[in-house]
């Protein structure tokens, strides 16, 4: 456990107590803690907490460095344990996390594990929480590479067969650098995402230093170094290419926001000339495939010089992008105030049929019925950013087992209540209700969907655009989050109705239709089970199911 510490009180005590909590023993872990010149008294409480826990730490005492680089090396300088953690001097622990960490490399011979982030004071950024939605054995390294802190788990060989150290002359993002390369050397990475690992702690003093900002060209400069690094240890390719949009996005591109509208026109020639030899270079075709429309824009601008351009491109974006999207040949495109709609590079800039497509369609299910052996479905479905006028919704059944689709259409509604303004534009979401009946004895083609689990989806078309979602995630206050059963009577070829169990409902985050035929006893006659079907039809009021 490597603990960098520069003026960290009152802080400080808190992070050590969550060492000693920690669920695996402390016989299993080595402190070393490098007070980086400290001057509020933090190499003192480091001092006591070595002489008087029952523990292995060591303290090293040395002149400040100006950052977490020196001392994270110093650390490792001296650790000797299978596995190296770094823990920051003001954050702190859940109890179980080197458990976990250990436990999930020890499963999967991994290299690197990442545990679960929490911010205290402190916003995890929306990409980074992507990060930890599930619990992963061996982890993509593109799909992990929007963390690039050091709170992590690293195999000790592995960084020194690389020689892997934190970069001295960067006083900040020096673990970007440091993490990059251990992510690229890592054979496996793995993630424990179901437990709350490392909580970042936002000091009250301000003090934390990833949280002091970093001088543009510093930032730009230092973003290069690690672009550099990602480039020459990784082929060409969508690995690369996430990479090194992740770099784009967050150093070079997001200085451009409000703040370069408050600029005057020297300082914003000053900005885009440092950004633009690395628009040019960084920013691949395929790079630029990841990047959103508005970043995408900001690159064009920045490469052809454009700097009016580039201002009313960031105005559009931080006013939350209005206008309404042009849908033309099958495609989406956004109200961007340039290029002209009339130029091909309005077409490859500003198509956003894949983002908006991603995000359709928007949907909900409001309402689930039953007459007879009849499902009612009703709810409102439309694409994103498209106009209702044109739409067709239609309900999806497909059966797990055997892959076969059946498609069922669904009566359009009016919902007004659905029409979206955004600056000067509306969007008319004004039929996109829907109402479906499936019956489940007629579905499949004029027969009964046979038996197994149905998945229910829908889908939508409007100006030639199409996609399709399902319902488990999408469901009203109305709708029971539990499925419902029914005995619902199914005819059969052989004129022997048989009555099955059907469940229509929720189940693990899809709707699902669940057909089983009811058992009959093995020793009951033909003539008696025929029978029993006739009762339970006149039970059921001489309909075919209820």
Not at 113 to 139: C, H, Q, S, T, Y
């Amino acid at each position: 456990m490597v603990i960098p510490v520069f003026n960290a009180m009152p802080y400080l005590e808190q992070t050590l107590a969550s060492v000693a909590r920690q669920s695996i023993g402390m016989d299993a872990v080595e402190v070393v803690a490098v007070d980086d010149g400290s001057t509020d008294g933090s190499g003192e409480v480091l001092d006591a907490w070595a002489k008087d826990k029952p523990w292995r730490m060591t303290v090293v005492h040395q002149e400040a460095s100006g950052g977490p680089s020196r001392p994270r090396n110093v650390g490792l300088d001296h650790a000797t344990g299978r596995y190296v953690f770094f823990l920051d001097g003001d954050d702190c622990l859940g109890p179980e996390t080197l458990e976990r960490l250990v436990a999930m490399a020890e499963k999967n011979g991994a290299d690197t594990v990442l545990g679960k982030l929490v911010g205290v004071g402190r916003v995890i950024r929306p990409e980074v929480r992507e990060v930890f939605a599930k619990n992963v054995d061996r982890a993509d390294k593109a799909a992990v590479y929007y963390t690039l802190m050091p709170f992590k788990l690293f195999r000790r060989a592995m960084l020194e067969e690389h020689g892997l150290r934190f970069p001295e002359h960067m006083r900040i993002s020096e673990d970007q650098h440091f993490v990059a390369r251990a992510y690229l050397h890592s054979e496996v990475i793995s993630i424990v995402a179901d437990y709350d690992c490392y909580y970042l702690v936002r000091r009250g003093d301000n003090g934390n230093i990833t949280l002091g900002g970093l001088d543009y060209p510093t930032m730009v400069a230092q973003a290069a170094e690690t672009v550099e690094l990602v480039t020459g240890l990784t082929e060409p390719g969508p690995t690369r290419d996430r990479m090194v949009a992740r770099h784009a996005k967050a150093e070079l591109l997001r200085r451009f926001d409000r703040r370069f509208l408050a600029a005057g026109p020297e300082e914003r020639k000053e900005l885009a000339d440092l950004a633009a030899p690395h628009a040019h270079t960084w920013v691949t075709p395929g790079v630029l495939a990841e990047l959103d429309v508005a970043e995408r824009l900001r690159v064009h601008c920045l490469r052809e010089g454009l700097l009016d351009e580039l201002a009313a491109v960031v105005e559009w974006d931080m006013a939350g992008r209005p206008g309404k999207a042009l849908a033309r040949g099958g495609r989406l495109y956004a109200p961007a105030p340039f290029p002209p709609v009339s130029s091909a590079a309005y077409e490859e800039l500003c198509d956003i049929t894949d983002a908006a497509l991603g995000a359709s369609p928007r949907r909900r299910l409001d309402k689930v019925g039953w007459d007879g052996s009849v499902v009612e479905l009703s709810g409102y479905a439309y694409l994103d950013q498209v106009d209702t006028g044109t739409l067709r919704t239609e309900v999806l059944l497909r059966h797990t087992g055997t892959e076969r689709e059946l498609v069922l259409p669904a009566r359009l509604e009016a919902t007004p209540h659905l029409t979206v303004s955004r600056g000067k534009e509306t969007y008319d979401f004004g039929l996109a209700g829907f109402r479906a009946s499936v019956d489940l004895a007629a579905a499949d083609d004029g027969r009964p969907l046979g038996p197994g689990t149905w998945e229910v989806s829908l889908r939508c078309a409007a100006e030639g655009l199409t996609a399709r979602g399902g319902l488990g995630t999408a469901l009203g206050a109305d709708v029971p989050r539990q499925a419902e059963q029914r005995v619902v009577v199914l005819p059969r070829a052989d004129g022997d109705d048989r009555p099955h169990t059907v469940s229509v409902g929720p189940k693990r985050g899809r709707f699902v239709v669940e057909i089983r035929p009811v058992p009959e006893p093995p020793s009951m006659p033909i003539r008696i089970r025929r029978g029993l079907g006739r009762v339970v039809r006149r039970v059921r009021g001489g309909t075919r199911g209820a």
